[in-house]
C-alpha cells in the first residue's frame, strides 16, 4: 500500500471561524516531520451526508491514511462515525469492546449519550485513548476526537500502526533564491516540472525591492538522486543565463 495521507477535520465551528482549526495545523507538521507529507487537506461540516461522501470518494482514490478529527463525541451532532461508516460501507454497530471501557470509565454517569460513542463501524479496530473515548481505524480512516490533547496522544500508536503496512516514500527538499524574477523564468521551470512528473516544485516571488527576488522550492523522492543532480543543472543555467548569484536556503 502506498502512503498518500489525507488530514480531515471535522466540525460547524472551524467552518464558521468560532474556533481555530489547530488540528490541522498540527498534524499537517506531524506528517512533514516524518517526511511524508500530506496529500490533501479540507475541513467538512457535522453532516452526514458530506463526511460519508468524502469518505467514500477519498476510499475509492486511495488516500492513506485518513486522518480524521471531530465529531466522535456523544452529543446529537457529533456526526463523524456515522459518516465514517457510510462512507466505507459497513454498518455502524455497538462495539462490545469500547462500550466495556466506556461503562468502567464513567460507571453510574453512563447515560445514553456516552453509551453511543460505543457505535463504531463494523469491523473496526480501536484507537486507543488515554484520556477519554476511544477512537477508531476502518479501512485506513482513523477518526480522533476533537480534542488536542487526545489527539496528539493517539496519533503515536495511528502511526505506528500505519506505518507498519507500507515502506514510505521519503522526501527530500532544496531550496534556493536567485536574484530574477518569478516571469523570466517560469517557463523553464514549468518545463522541469513536466519533465519530472512526480517531483514537486514551487516558485515563491518576493517584494519587487528585494534582494533576493525568487525562490525555488523542490520536493523530491529521496532515492531520486537523478532529480537532484538535474534541479542542480538547472540553477546553474538560470544563474548563468540571467547573471545571478544563488543562495541555498536549505537541504534537507
Given amino acids: 500500500m502506498n502512503i498518500k495521507p489525507a488530514i480531515i477535520t471535522v466540525g460547524d465551528e472551524i467552518l464558521w471561524g468560532d474556533q481555530v482549526n489547530d488540528n490541522q495545523a498540527w498534524l499537517i507538521q506531524l506528517f512533514r516531520k516524518q517526511q511524508i507529507p500530506a496529500q490533501l487537506t479540507m475541513t467538512l461540516p457535522d453532516s ?21 478529527s471531530g465529531g466522535i463525541g456523544g452529543t446529537h451532532d457529533d456526526c463523524t462515525r456515522d459518516g465514517i461508516a457510510k462512507g466505507a460501507g459497513v454498518a455502524l454497530t455497538v462495539h462490545e469492546e469500547c462500550f466495556e471501557i466506556l461503562r ?25 485513548n488515554p484520556l477519554g473515548a476511544p477512537g477508531f481505524i476502518i479501512k485506513g480512516i482513523y477518526a480522533f476526537p476533537g480534542f488536542p490533547q487526545m489527539l496528539k496522544l493517539m496519533t503515536t500508536f495511528a502511526l ?16 534556493v533564491s536567485m536574484m530574477m524574477s518569478e516571469g523570466e523564468i517560469a517557463h523553464v521551470v514549468e518545463k522541469f516540472s513536466k519533465q519530472w512528473p512526480e517531483i514537486r516544485l514551487g516558485i ?20 531520486e538522486t537523478q532529480i537532484k543532480t538535474e534541479f542542480e543543472q538547472l540553477i546553474i543555467q ?15
Fill in 160 to 175: 505506528e500502526h500505519c506505518l507498519k503496512q507500507f515502506q514510505p516514500s521519503i522526501w527530500a527538499m532544496e531550496e
Fill in 104 to 128: 468502567q470509565r464513567y460507571g453510574d454517569r453512563f447515560n445514553e449519550s456516552r453509551q453511543r460513542m460505543a457505535h463504531l463501524p463494523h469491523g473496526c479496530e480501536l484507537l486507543p
Fill in 204 to 223: 515563491y516571488p518576493h517584494p519587487a525591492d528585494a534582494e533576493w527576488r525568487v525562490t525555488l522550492r523542490l520536493r523530491y523522492p529521496l532515492n
Fill in 48 to 68: 452526514v451526508e458530506i463526511i460519508a461522501h468524502w469518505m467514500n470518494l477519498l476510499l475509492n482514490q486511495e488516500y492513506f491514511p485518513i486522518f480524521v
Fill in 238 to 252: 538560470l544563474c548563468e543565463v540571467h547573471k545571478s548569484p544563488v543562495r541555498r536556503l536549505s537541504v534537507v
